[in-house]
């Protein structure tokens, strides 16, 4: 079950352009166009394979023009300059998701994919932990090695939904990312 939705998965990636990076200043737009794909159809993937309710941040009308077959074109009017991050949300039990965050770490521009998975929740908050997937710097973002690290995970975040066993996420994340904090 699980191979088999990743090698959906990886079908949907190979359509996806590298990021085509001429310019440092232009890095993280341009990553953060090819990352916008990739989660397009991710977060497709998930509605459509398990009916799961996702959200996805910005909205999938903002970012782009749904075109069948898990094939999107980007919305080229939205400013994916001014995008620092992109999120898809599990909106059924755990709040567990999956994030693109654009940060800038001494005065360079960097790119993280990280899950973020729901410990508990308090009464006045949500308690998240932090695994990073990938991380590296925008003007050194390679497409295809985020997809690999990321691929996984995925899978096991499928296989947990599926199963209604989000510990299958929670222990793989533990085992193969590195815990980043709260």
């Not at 079908?11 to 890095?27: L, M, S, Y």
Request: hydrophobic residues 40%; negative net charge.
């Amino acid at each position: 079950m699980e191979v088999d939705w990743l090698d959906q998965i990886s079908e949907d990636f190979t359509n996806v352009p590298a990021p085509k990076i001429e310019v440092d200043e232009r890095a993280r737009e341009q990553v953060m166009r090819s990352l916008v794909l990739v989660f397009l159809k991710i977060w497709m993937r998930f509605a459509v394979d398990l009916g799961t309710k996702m959200s996805i941040t910005p909205s999938d009308v903002e970012l782009g023009l749904y075109e069948g077959k898990n094939n999107w074109r980007l919305n080229e009017s939205f400013n994916f300059s001014a995008l620092s991050d992109i999120s898809i949300t599990n909106l059924e039990t755990r709040q567990h998701s999956l994030k693109a965050e654009a940060y800038r770490y001494q005065t360079r521009e960097h790119i993280r994919i990280v899950f973020s998975l729901e410990e508990e929740r308090t009464i006045d908050r949500t308690v998240m932990i932090n695994y990073v997937v990938y991380d590296s710097l925008a003007k050194d973002f390679e497409l295809e090695a985020a997809i690999e690290k990321l691929k996984p995970g995925l899978g096991k975040w499928y296989l947990a939904l599926a199963e209604n066993e989000l510990s299958i996420l929670w222990n793989y994340c533990q085992s193969n990312y590195e815990l980043v904090g709260v």
